[in-house]
């Protein structure tokens, strides 16, 4: 089984501040890492797919970059609506699994 | 617009059963993977069942398999995932959720629904 790591698990941002989230995985899975925001009550909501490519709809701001165990979020000056909880998932192999998630909030 | 509605769920004693429903709309069912998502509270996502457009082809994370079955019916237009033999360590919020392209990236989630195992 792949296994993700987020860091930080905790990122503490003032607004308008750019957040860099971190996702290693324990091998290689290529480019096949995808993001996902979580805020409380709600479903997750995809950004990113296959490390680079944002979703429909998803603003500019949230960019994805890194390729083989490596992986990186960035939220440029982020928005009150984006302090939420992000989580990396991997389709590289069976099962696909998720990362511990990263929460952001506001200093 | 997608909408992916769950229900079925509610409070069952460990070693009960019970079936999860996901009904969607606004898009063409049979053409897409389906799947489950459970989210054990407070904590974060484990993927749990994946079915083919036509059902011939599913599969299970470890901790479920022989336990849950997902199914789907394309002219209803709804997932299922009959869940048994369950344990404590079920209790979560169980989302539906589309796959999106070729492989295994969750395009568009249900609200969710409860199940909690306790006696």
């Known amino acids: 089984e792949i296994v993700l790591t987020q860091s930080p698990a905790t990122l503490s941002l003032s607004p308008g501040e750019s957040a860099t989230l971190s996702c290693r995985a324990s091998?290689?899975?290529?480019?096949?890492l995808a993001w996902y925001q979580q805020k409380p009550g709600q479903a997750p909501r995809l950004l990113i797919y296959?490390?680079?490519n944002r979703a429909t709809g998803i603003p500019a701001r949230f960019s994805g970059s890194g390729s083989g165990t490596d992986f990186t979020l960035t939220i440029s000056s982020p928005e009150s609506e984006d302090f939420a909880v992000y989580y990396c998932?991997?389709?590289?192999?069976?099962?696909?699994?998720f990362g511990p998630g990263t929460k952001v909030d506001v200093k | 617009e997608v909408q992916l509605v769950e229900s079925g769920g509610g409070l069952v004693q460990p070693g009960g059963s019970l079936r999860l429903s996901c009904t969607a709309s606004?898009?063409?069912?049979?053409?897409?993977?389906m799947s489950w998502v459970r989210q054990a509270p407070g904590k974060g996502l484990e993927w749990v069942a994946n079915?083919?457009?036509?059902?011939?082809?599913?599969?299970?994370v470890d901790s479920v398999e022989g336990r849950f079955t997902i199914s789907r019916d394309n002219t209803k237009n709804s997932l299922y995932l009959q869940v048994n033999s369950l344990r404590a360590e079920d209790t979560a919020v169980y989302y539906c959720?589309?796959?999106f392209g070729s492989g295994s990236v969750f395009d568009y989630w249900g609200q969710g629904t409860l199940l909690t195992v306790s006696s």
């Open positions: 606004g898009f063409t069912f049979s053409n897409y993977w």
């Open positions: 091998q290689s899975v290529s480019s096949y």
């Open positions: 079915i083919k457009q036509d059902g011939s082809e599913k599969y299970y």
């Open positions: 998932q991997q389709r590289k192999d069976w099962p696909i699994t």
């Open positions: 959720a589309r796959r």
């Open positions: 296959d490390a680079s």
